[in-house]
């Protein structure tokens, strides 16, 4: 048999928010010393300091390195955390060849590259 059965009445319709429009910030202070992604096609790869001009300040030098915990660190702090071993979770994130080295130029801080793991 052909059952018919009635939807069910819709939800009743509420009121809607009316949202009240925050006042405007004051003006925040710029945040100093952002690292600033210049954007040139510069390939560096390599975890160590290497040597190339600089297209911020187009100074030669070497840049300087920092080591960033990526993708792949907490990749495999996951992992580690399904297969129950939570007590190494943090392992990854002390070893240096599991984590992105970022390059930055040291004279003016220009964020060159990154040389990414995943
Ligand atoms: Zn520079």
């Known amino acids: 048999m052909n059952s018919e059965s009635a939807p069910p009445p819709p939800y009743g319709f509420e009121k809607p928010v009316n949202y009240q429009q925050a006042p405007p910030l004051p003006p925040q202070p710029m945040p100093i010393a952002q690292p600033v992604y210049v954007g040139t096609p510069i390939v560096i790869v390599g975890d160590y300091p290497m040597q190339c001009m600089c297209p911020r300040c187009g100074r030669q030098i070497v840049t300087r390195t920092e080591k960033k915990s990526g993708l792949l660190v907490w990749i495999i702090c996951g992992v580690l955390f399904l297969l129950g071993l939570w007590i190494c979770c943090f392992i990854p994130f002390c070893i240096d ?7 930055y130029c040291p004279s003016c801080g220009a964020m060159l590259g990154i040389n990414k793991r995943i």
């Open 97 to 103: 060849s599991c984590r992105d080295t970022e390059h």
